[in-house]
């Protein structure tokens, strides 16, 4: 019997051991930079003669490692070998599934430093940005096992009928392509992952060209715990090539995908095509961009909603899908609000992440986000005021760093209100009154996560019904959901809102199966 699930807890970093603790795995992490990784198919090694690199965004002249560049054949023989390892995988028992998770969770948890760092190294997260990442992925591990425990057999929850009995079950779909971003690197790569195994389905993984060490690790934790060979295959590659070839494969039963609103929407259309051989619809589980907005009234304490808009723009330099990049304020509090947030952002510490805790603030991912980022301080000098950074590195000697910016009173229909830009830029949108800023809120075409400040108990209520994300947060900052207490997922151009972390996930993942019998007279 397990323990109840209860979230892993945070790395205190004030901890002088801690610290040193963290900056050893750091050092064992930068020791095995520059490996050369293969495609695992079938639970077979196999080495592609090309590779691309994957490079430490703080410093791209390091490489974190090479890793093979596949081709539409790669996909097809790793779909074929999670075909043929599904008829046994799904007829595991549910509690064995459960049990490589809860085994990896251990594992994972013994080695979690080393998982927070491989991350500071391959996609510039901050100590303690990456250390909750490894939280999150740990979380996913122990939840969904448990959940899948509870939902197998979901019989106890049918009513009596005398002379028959009833059973419902929820069984595997098939195949799955997991098909992750870069920007959570360890938490959804791994959650997605565990979230199918457990549920008994195969996987065949293809991570984000940035960060496909880390997935790496991930899988080899899973194979290390003894799991069949082709239950989980790793393969690597442009996405728009190997990715898009594991959506297109008729054997592909279901495409759990996290990304951009472009490649998902993509993903949507093709998983509705019934290819030749095809004898199932595929289903699309597809959580996708954020244009996330925390509105401000007169009644807020100021100083809390200053703290919780700059930990939100800012927290991994704006690159989550859940990052405040609209701050919507009420216009007899904007001046002030405007101020804390000035006083606030201006301390934050740009640098590499690897040199120590203190920095607070990292590289973006490469150099593709970089000129996008640049793109946006360039339309956002037209659409408001520039009043803290601006600036972006612009050479690949130095990193991929951009400065924290912030624009001051940007209309909310301007382009930095209304597109997901997925870097540190803040547009600050002052507003008449409550009314105002909750239409403003509601302007996008994405309904992720959102913010309120307010102390007006009319307005909570109001707020509840009419501020239309997937996960809203009453004074407190809209980053950082927790496994089993904020399940996520958005609205509308956000995605299909499929909820990780709560406890109706798996389902996605499965299908459900009545057996009636009727019993002898
Ligand atoms: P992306 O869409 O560029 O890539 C995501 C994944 O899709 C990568 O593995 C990529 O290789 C693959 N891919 C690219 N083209 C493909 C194609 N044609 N067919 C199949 N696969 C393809 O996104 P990204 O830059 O890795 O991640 C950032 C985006 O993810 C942002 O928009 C962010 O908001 C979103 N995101 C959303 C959530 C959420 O829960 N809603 C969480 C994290 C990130």
Not at 126 to 147: K, S
Not at 233 to 260: D, K, L, Q, W
């Amino acid at each position: 019997m397990h323990e109840p699930f209860r979230n892993e807890p945070f790395t205190d970093f004030s901890l002088a051991e801690n610290v040193s603790a963290f900056r050893a795995a750091l050092e064992k992490v930068q020791a095995q930079c520059g490996g050369t990784f293969p495609h695992v198919i079938q639970g077979e090694e196999e080495h592609s003669d090309q590779h691309f690199p994957s490079v430490n965004p703080a410093d791209p002249q390091e490489i974190v490692g090479h890793f093979s560049d596949g081709d539409a054949s790669v996909a097809d023989r790793a779909i074929d070998a999670a075909s043929t390892a599904f008829e046994e995988w799904q007829y595991t028992p549910v509690a064995e599934r459960a049990e490589y998770l809860f085994q990896a969770a251990a594992e994972m948890r013994r080695r979690k430093h080393e998982f927070s760092a491989t991350m500071v190294l391959e996609v510039g997260k901050n100590w303690a940005e990456a250390d909750g990442d490894t939280a999150e992925a740990i979380d996913f591990l122990e939840y969904y096992a448990r959940q899948m425990l509870r939902i197998a057999d979901s019989s106890d929850q049918l009513v009596e009928y005398e002379g028959e009995n009833n059973s419902l079950y929820y069984i595997p779909l098939g195949v799955g392509a997991v098909i992750p971003p870069w920007n959570f690197p360890n938490a959804i790569a791994c959650g997605m992952t565990a979230a199918a195994l457990v549920a008994g389905n195969t996987v065949v993984i293809k991570p984000a060209e940035q960060s496909p060490w880390i997935a790496y690790k991930i899988c080899e934790l899973f194979w290390q715990q003894g799991l069949p060979a082709g239950v989980l295959n790793y393969i690597t590659g442009p996405g728009e090539v190997v990715g898009a070839r594991m959506v297109e494969h008729p054997e592909t039963r279901f495409v759990v995908f996290t990304g951009s609103r472009e490649v998902g929407t993509e993903i949507y259309a093709k998983t509705a095509n019934v290819e030749e051989g095809q004898r199932w619809l595929k289903r699309a589980i597809l959580e996708m961009g954020g244009k996330d907005a925390i509105l401000v009234d007169e009644t807020a304490d100021l100083a809390a909603a200053a703290e919780g808009i700059v930990t939100s723009a800012f927290g991994f330099q704006g690159q989550k899908c859940s990052a405040c990049s609209r701050a919507i304020i009420v216009e007899q509090v904007y001046d002030e609000v405007q101020r804390l947030v000035l006083e606030k952002s201006q301390v934050l510490l740009m640098g590499a992440p690897e040199k120590g805790n203190e920095i607070t603030v990292g590289p973006v991912v490469d150099r593709d986000a970089l000129r996008k980022i640049s793109g946006y301080l360039e339309i956002g000098r037209s659409e408001g005021e520039l009043l803290l950074g601006g600036n972006a590195a612009d050479a690949d000697e130095e990193g991929y760093f951009v400065e924290p910016t912030i624009f001051g009173r940007v209309d909310g229909n301007a382009r930095i209100a209304q597109e997901e830009i997925f870097g540190p830029v803040l547009a600050l949108v002052p507003t008449k009154d409550f009314d105002e800023g909750l239409a403003i809120v509601n302007s996008t075409e994405y309904g992720l996560t959102g913010a309120l400040y307010s102390q007006d108990p009319a307005r909570l209520k109001r707020a509840r019904r009419e501020f239309h994300v997937g996960n809203l947060y009453f004074n407190r900052k809209c980053t950082g959901a927790l496994v089993g207490l904020q399940p996520f997922g958005g609205f509308n151009m956000s995605g299909t809102d499929s909820k990780a972390g709560g406890p109706d996930y798996l389902l996605l993942f499965t299908q459900a199966k009545s057996i009636a019998e009727r019993l002898p007279a």
